[in-house]
């Protein structure tokens, strides 16, 4: 399309990770499994917390807003991965990619929220145990989660219809495997400095904000165990909390490189993206479940009942 003597683009080409074919077939075979291990873990993992009553506390609660969060994470960039990989044209529309860069902010700012309250959730039953169930009842359980996925959807709405407003006249190459804002930003025509200083005011907010009170709880939480004279009561509080900082060190790390540094189009972007994109989502129903009693016990109890027979 053209304006005055303006091209302007209508679609994006996404590079992908690799031009050669047989690594292309490798990958896809690589991503699809891991694509569906994620779908798999994430859905029992809901599922486990869904039908077995002990798990209907505060902590499982937020738990199954982060996995169903992690299979909306993977559902948006993954499928689209697999495409690319088996097809010679790697188009990708204006409208596709700025819905899938609105899907990718608000599935990041919504995790990064969730892992906060979780961590405050942990401070709270470590802490202050006796006062625990009142402070963390339903109303506020809701209300953390709510604001959570509140604050993530108006952070991608603000940096996606600003980035709408940019001039696109070529060249339209991303090199990446998926649309993402620094990427794409790099090849519009117009001045971006607006849309920059938001990105980087989100990302200073949600990402150094929330990174500031999972310290804060941990340290609490750290100093607190450390208290405890049972050797037993200090392994469980760190076993739990080792889960946590695991979780975050992956998502918050690989995610705060990746917007806080200039777009460059390097390798170690796309890995950066790869880590918090499909990564994360694999490991993060595997770290909770396996190191968790509670949620191995739950499973045993789902798998060993007896499906009643209705006539």
């Known amino acids: 399309m053209e304006i005055g003597n303006i091209t302007t683009v209508t679609a994006f080409v996404?590079?992908?990770?690799?031009?050669?074919?047989?690594?292309?077939?490798?990958?896809?075979?690589?991503?699809?499994?891991?694509?569906?291990?994620?779908?798999?873990?994430?859905?029992?993992?809901?599922?486990?917390?869904?039908?077995?009553?002990?798990l209907h506390t505060p902590m499982y609660f937020f738990l199954s807003h982060l996995s169903f969060l992690d299979a909306l994470y993977s559902s948006v960039v993954v499928p689209k991965l697999l495409e690319n990989l088996l097809s010679k044209w790697k188009t990708v529309s204006l409208l596709e990619c700025f819905t899938q860069i609105t899907l990718v902010l608000f599935s990041g700012a919504t995790e990064a929220c969730l892992l906060s309250v979780m961590a405050y959730d942990r401070f709270q039953a470590v802490c202050h145990p006796l006062l625990?169930?009142?402070?963390?009842?339903?109303?506020?359980?809701?209300?953390?989660?709510?604001?959570?996925?509140?604050?993530?959807?108006?952070?991608?709405?603000?940096?996606?219809?600003?980035?709408?407003?940019?001039?696109?006249?070529?060249?339209?190459?991303?090199?990446?495997?998926?649309?993402?804002l620094p990427p794409v930003l790099l090849l519009a025509c117009?001045?971006?400095?607006?849309?920059?200083?938001?990105?980087?005011?989100?990302?200073?907010?949600?990402?150094?904000?929330?990174?500031?009170?999972?310290?804060?709880?941990?340290?609490?939480?750290?100093?607190?165990?450390?208290?405890?004279?049972?050797?037993?009561?200090?392994?469980?509080?760190?076993?739990?909390?080792?889960?946590?900082?695991?979780?975050?060190?992956?998502?918050?790390?690989?995610?705060i490189c990746r917007y806080m540094t200039p777009a460059s189009g390097s390798v170690l972007e796309q890995v950066l993206s790869v880590q918090y994109s499909v990564v994360a989502p694999l490991l993060n129903p595997l770290i909770y479940s396996l190191k968790n009693r509670e949620v191995k016990a739950a499973l045993r109890r789902l798998l060993a009942r007896k499906p009643r027979l209705t006539f």
Request: hydrophobic share 55%; charged share 5%; net charge positive.
């Open 132 to 180: 625990y169930v009142v402070v963390m009842n339903r109303k506020v359980c809701i209300g953390l989660a709510v604001a959570s996925w509140a604050i993530g959807m108006g952070s991608s709405l603000v940096n996606t219809l600003l980035l709408a407003q940019q001039l696109f006249c070529g060249p339209n190459a991303i090199n990446s495997f998926v649309c993402e």
């Open 14 to 54: 996404l590079l992908g990770v690799s031009n050669n074919p047989q690594i292309q077939a490798a990958l896809f075979v690589l991503f699809l499994v891991i694509y569906l291990m994620i779908l798999m873990e994430n859905l029992l993992l809901l599922l486990v917390i869904r039908a077995d009553s002990h």
């Open 190 to 255: 117009s001045d971006t400095y607006v849309s920059n200083a938001t990105i980087l005011t989100t990302v200073v907010v949600l990402g150094c904000g929330n990174l500031v009170l999972l310290m804060s709880s941990y340290t609490r939480i750290i100093m607190t165990a450390l208290g405890i004279n049972s050797a037993a009561g200090r392994s469980k509080i760190f076993s739990t909390c080792s889960s946590h900082v695991f979780v975050v060190t992956i998502s918050f790390g690989s995610g």
